[in-house]
């Protein structure tokens, strides 16, 4: 992807890239608004469930989400996806995270990640070699 691309041109590549092959503009306006819903309503949830029904220390998610992330490793399954990403959005509440500071933090660093030389190691992951270009 280049610096040059518009917005929307950018939206409908890393759609693409994702299975998500939108035509109509207002076929990826839903698809964001029924995904945004959904992530809100589980981190209502999860706010409610950090902050209520087992009130914890504010780093005790990180700890959790470690915990979770090592299953999750061992046996890749939606469902430890699943308590890797409530654990997450509990630090997040607890922590008082604004998520959009988050997402651009993610956005950036993705930016940087596409502009690194990658490895693969020979457990399969990779690892990113120096410094983004």
Not at 66 to 86: C, H, M, R
Not at 119 to 124: E, F, L, R
Request: hydrophobic share 40%.
């Amino acid at each position: 992807m280049t610096a040059d691309l518009t917005f929307t041109e950018q939206e409908a590549d890393r759609n693409a890239r994702h299975g998500m092959d939108y035509h109509a503009p207002d076929q990826a306006d839903r698809f964001r608004f029924e995904l945004g819903d959904s992530l809100l309503d589980l981190a209502a949830d999860v706010h409610k469930f950090t902050h209520d029904i087992v009130p914890q220390p504010s780093h005790a998610p990180a700890l959790k989400c470690a915990t979770e992330a090592q299953e999750f490793a061992a046996e890749p399954s939606t469902g430890e996806a699943a308590d890797v990403l409530i654990t997450l959005l509990g630090w997040i509440s607890l922590n008082r995270v604004n998520i959009q500071d988050l997402l651009h933090a993610a956005q950036a660093k993705m930016t940087t990640n596409l502009a690194r030389t990658w490895q693969q190691q020979p457990d399969g992951t990779w690892q990113h070699i120096g410094d983004a270009a």
